[in-house]
T-cell receptor
Framework: KAGVTQTPRYLIKTRGQQVTLSCSPI?????VSWYQQTPGQGLQFLFE???????NKGNFPGRFSGRQFSNSRSEMNVSTLELGDSALYLC????????????FGQGTRLTVV | KQEVTQIPAALSVPEGENLVLNCSFT??????LQWFRQDPGKGLTSLLL?????REQTSGRLNASLDKSSGRSTLYIAASQPGDSATYLC????????????FGKGTTLSVSS
């Protein structure tokens, strides 16, 4: 079966712009989580959506937001981009229950110039 | 606050060696622990998931153990191959209500032929 699909794979944006990233989870998975990966901080949790509702949120500024649609696809938006937002953004999907295994996509590499 | 540490940060071994990667976490109240593999510039591939009630999981040449009381997990790789070269990440699940994972910084493994 198809895995987690993230689009686009690469993005270059200018400081101050906004960007939207997309994630299609594995069919049947209702939970989508987003993570930011940088060389200095490693992998950090942004937020999780389950059945169109944000269920958990990490410690990121309000410029980072997301949503989930009825088909479980999720989008992440970053407004007023800063150079420090350059990172690999990873999406994970799971069934959402206790103990569920997380499956990750290939990520979107965002470069802010 | 849950913190996850992986030692060593980097490891180089000749092909055929058996090796152990270590992961420690500060709060033993976890729901599960997951080991991932990441190739350069790519997403994460799930290797093994250990629930908090389990002591170990095996998949092919990989064996992961979990000692919740001491806050430790190990990933054992038997008969290493050049194709095993990658960064290995461990992550603990911190919340019953969601799938937020706390990651270590990883161990970068290089297996030479």
């Amino acid at each position: 079966k198809a895995g987690v699909t993230q689009t686009p794979r690469y993005l270059i944006k200018t400081r101050g712009q906004q960007v939207t990233l997309s994630c299609s989870p594995i069919s049947g998975h209702r939970s989508v989580s987003w993570y930011q990966q940088t060389p200095g901080q490693g992998l950090q949790f942004l937020f999780e959506y389950f059945s169109e509702t944000q269920r958990n949120k990490g410690n990121f500024p309000g410029r980072f937001s997301g949503r989930q649609f009825s088909n479980s696809r999720s989008e992440m938006n970053v407004s007023t981009l800063e150079l420090g937002d350059s990172a690999l953004y990873l999406c994970a999907s799971s069934l959402g229950g206790q103990g569920a295994e997380a499956f990750f996509g290939q990520g979107t590499r965002l470069t802010v110039v | 606050k849950q913190e996850v540490t992986q030692i060593p940060a980097a490891l180089s071994v000749p092909e055929g060696e058996n090796l152990v990667l270590n992961c420690s976490f500060t709060d033993s109240a976890i729901y599960n622990l997951q080991w991932f593999r990441q190739d350069p510039g790519k997403g994460l591939t799930s290797l093994l998931l250990i629930q908090s009630s389990q002591r170990e999981q095996t998949s092919g040449r990989l064996n992961a153990s979990l000692d919740k009381s001491s806050g430790r997990s190990t990933l054992y790789i038997a008969a290493s191959q050049p194709g095993d070269s990658a960064t290995y990440l461990c992550a603990v699940r911190r919340s019953q209500a969601g799938t937020a994972l706390i990651f270590g910084k990883g161990t970068t493994l290089s297996v030479s032929s």
